[in-house]
């Protein structure tokens, strides 16, 4: 088992930045793939950016060039340096863990956290 813990979210105006955490506790972070996904009002959850297990990364289209993700196995954390931040940015932002091709391609491995909320302003 694995329980996953963000924050870091909160208000910010277009332009700026944020720094999403994810942290994890139960098991052996390590091994797993990690992604942050996001959900909109009204809109389906997307993945937002991936890391797997050996550091190699998987981004939206919408995102790339804009957000970083990165992981500290030592500290059971993985991080999402959010830049640039647009309006179309706000949503709930959800850690996932699992498998890569869960957390990547399939809509999401086997663990969630209970999201952190990212408002950009106009």
């Known amino acids: 088992q694995v329980q996953l813990v963000e924050s870091g979210g909160g208000l910010v105006q277009a332009g700026g930045s944020l720094k999403l955490s994810c942290t994890a506790s139960?098991?052996?972070?390590?091994?797993?793939?990690v992604g942050w996904y996001r959900q909109a009002p009204g809109r389906q959850r997307e993945l937002v950016a991936g890391?797997?297990?050996?550091?190699?990364?998987k981004y939206a289209d919408s995102v790339k060039g804009r957000f970083t993700i990165s992981r500290d196995n030592a500290k059971n954390s993985v991080y999402l340096q959010m830049n640039n931040l647009k309006s179309e940015d706000t949503a709930v932002y959800y850690c996932?863990?699992?498998?890569?091709?869960?957390?990547?391609?399939?809509?999401?491995?086997?663990?969630w956290g209970k999201g952190t909320l990212v408002t950009v302003s106009p």
């Open positions: 139960g098991s052996t972070f390590s091994v797993y793939a």
């Open positions: 996932n863990a699992g498998r890569w091709p869960a957390v990547t391609a399939l809509g999401g491995g086997d663990y």
């Open positions: 890391v797997g297990s050996t550091g190699s990364t």
